[in-house]
């Protein structure tokens, strides 16, 4: 019976000490199968450089880097541009990759930006503005990051108004004392009207959302000056010419400040070569 159970010590012991040593095997191939990933991936065998990264990941689930290698490496395999089903998959696995990495690195900017522009490769708009909302509105998120996202939405809706504003059907050039003046005109489907207001209207919306998290967003009060101008276009067609002047009046107001942190940021980029080490001299 005393024999028995310091067996079952021995066996206890040897356990014991063997796991940790695994652990730690495990870890060490783990890296050398991320090694043999990054050779895979600068040689351009994206495929095999994915097998490593999932291996390594395997090897070690513990690993902060093997995620973002597998994301990467399934990313490199998707071909911009075309529209097999095969290709169509590989940008959806990609996401669902960078996804997994962003459920354990939530501020991970690198796998925030690549689904955003892989959905929009794929063309879900839709699916996109919404990846880049829920982004903006995170509170957990930095404010200048969110401020970007909602910059981006600006842009967006500043696009869809203009693709309907600046149709040739829609506006018309006057010889004004010589000048050429362009005159905007509603479109004949109500539709497409009420579709640019809607999205100028929103795309202002988002512009000072932006503006507000991060005012020194150049490029934030720059689409909030275009959109401006749009809702200008807009009240010009619906014959409402208070409230164009009114909307260019606020669009001038905000290219000034456009122009003044433009101003402000070549100011500070010349200081700084300025100030910069000069290399040694050969």
């Known amino acids: 019976m005393k024999l028995s159970q310091a067996r079952v010590a021995l066996l206890i012991l040897v356990v014991l000490s063997v796991t940790p040593g695994c652990a730690v095997i495990n870890r060490i191939r783990a890296k050398n199968e991320l090694n043999e990933c990054a050779r895979a991936y600068r040689e351009g065998h994206f495929a095999e450089a994915e097998e490593h990264?999932?291996?390594?990941?395997?090897?070690?689930?513990?690993?902060?880097?093997?995620?973002?290698?597998?994301?990467?490496?399934?990313?490199?395999?998707?071909?911009?541009?075309?529209?097999?089903?095969?290709?169509?998959?590989?940008?959806?696995?990609?996401?669902?990759?960078?996804?997994?990495?962003?459920?354990?690195?939530?501020?991970?900017?690198?796998?925030?930006?690549?689904?955003?522009?892989?959905?929009?490769?794929?063309?879900?708009?839709?699916?996109?503005?919404?990846?880049?909302?829920?982004?903006?509105?995170?509170?957990?998120?930095?404010?200048?990051?969110?401020?970007?996202?909602?910059?981006?939405?600006?842009?967006?809706?500043?696009?869809?108004?203009?693709?309907?504003?600046?149709?040739?059907?829609?506006?018309?050039?006057?010889?004004?004392?010589?000048?050429?003046?362009?005159?905007?005109?509603?479109?004949?489907?109500?539709?497409?009207?009420?579709?640019?207001?809607?999205?100028?209207?929103?795309?202002?919306?988002?512009?000072?959302?932006a503006i507000s998290l991060d005012p020194n967003n150049e490029s934030a009060w720059s689409y909030k000056t275009n959109i401006l101008l749009e809702l200008a276009k807009l009240a010009e067609m619906d014959g409402k010419a208070d409230q164009k002047a009114e909307y260019q009046k606020q669009a001038n107001d905000a290219q000034n400040e456009t122009t003044r942190l433009n101003e402000a940021k070549q100011k500070r980029q010349q200081e700084q070569q300025r100030t910069r080490p000069s290399p040694p001299a050969g």
């Open 53 to 209: 990264a999932k291996r390594a990941a395997e090897l070690d689930p513990t690993n902060k880097t093997a995620p973002s290698f597998v994301a990467r490496t399934i990313h490199a395999q998707y071909k911009p541009g075309v529209d097999t089903p095969e290709n169509q998959q590989i940008a959806r696995n990609a996401i669902n990759a960078y996804k997994q990495l962003l459920a354990v690195d939530p501020n991970n900017e690198e796998a925030y930006k690549a689904i955003a522009a892989l959905l929009g490769a794929l063309k879900q708009d839709d699916e996109q503005r919404q990846w880049i909302l829920q982004r903006a509105n995170q509170d957990s998120v930095d404010p200048a990051k969110r401020a970007e996202a909602f910059t981006v939405l600006a842009s967006k809706q500043w696009d869809c108004s203009y693709k309907i504003t600046e149709l040739p059907d829609n506006k018309k050039n006057q010889n004004q004392n010589g000048h050429i003046l362009i005159i905007y005109q509603k479109p004949k489907n109500a539709d497409d009207f009420n579709t640019a207001l809607q999205c100028a209207t929103l795309g202002l919306e988002y512009a000072n959302k």
